[in-house]
């Protein structure tokens, strides 16, 4: 009875050390991007209230595991179409207008430990994104400093691989300013992926 509760805890050690093991590590995620409805103002005219369908995302990350705090460098792309424009006596759905985000991030993670397979992890992150309008093929950009919230869950299904569920909340610290126009940014999305350990 002794040696199998010695080799149950020796599994959950090892299981736990496996999702914090110090060393790089790279990993990818996909997901659903939900682009907040945001506020578009020109000069001189009323401002409007722009809305999205859902869309899609995707990251790609490096980094380095130093035993339960991690710091990495993410690439991330997002992609939607505008449903609606809204406003003072006008509005309407729209038609032929694409939006897409580039964002390019330092973030930095805690990773809580626990006696499972199942890792906990909050982050934060600063850097970049390109915002870019394509309405019926005229497309515009502006780039923005940025920052995102991130929390989820790793959980250890190899020794070296972590399926890894996320939340992001990202933002641009200002308006993009899209042919003249300052367009707000904010997006939440929920992604799914696999980071390896090396």
């Not at 705090?69 to 460098?73: F, K, L, T, V, W």
């Given at each position: ?66 035993d339960g ?5 993410e690439f ?63 497309k515009n ?58």
């Open positions: 009875m002794k040696i199998k509760i010695l080799l149950v805890g020796l599994f959950i050690v090892a299981s736990t050390t496996s999702a914090f093991a110090a060393g790089p590590y790279v990993g990818t995620t996909i997901g659903v991007s939900v682009l907040h409805d945001s506020d578009v103002k020109n000069p001189g005219t009323p401002k409007i209230t722009a809305s999205y369908d859902l869309g899609f995302g995707m990251n790609v990350s490096g980094g380095y595991n130093f705090a991690r710091i990495e460098g991330g792309y997002k992609s939607t179409e505008i449903d609606k424009l809204s406003g003072p006596g006008q509005g309407g759905y729209v038609q032929g207008a694409d939006i897409s985000i580039m964002s390019y991030m330092v973030n930095g993670y805690y990773d809580v430990r626990t006696p499972s397979q199942v890792t906990p992890y909050i982050g934060v992150g600063l850097g970049l994104v390109n915002v870019k309008m394509d309405i019926n093929g005229m950009d502006d780039t923005v400093f940025a920052y995102q919230l991130i929390t989820g869950l790793g959980i250890a299904i190899k020794k070296n691989i972590i399926l890894d569920l996320s939340y992001r909340f990202q933002g641009a610290s200002g308006d993009a300013n899209i042919s003249g126009a300052d367009v707000q940014y904010m997006s939440s999305n929920f992604n799914v992926g696999i980071r390896y350990n090396f």
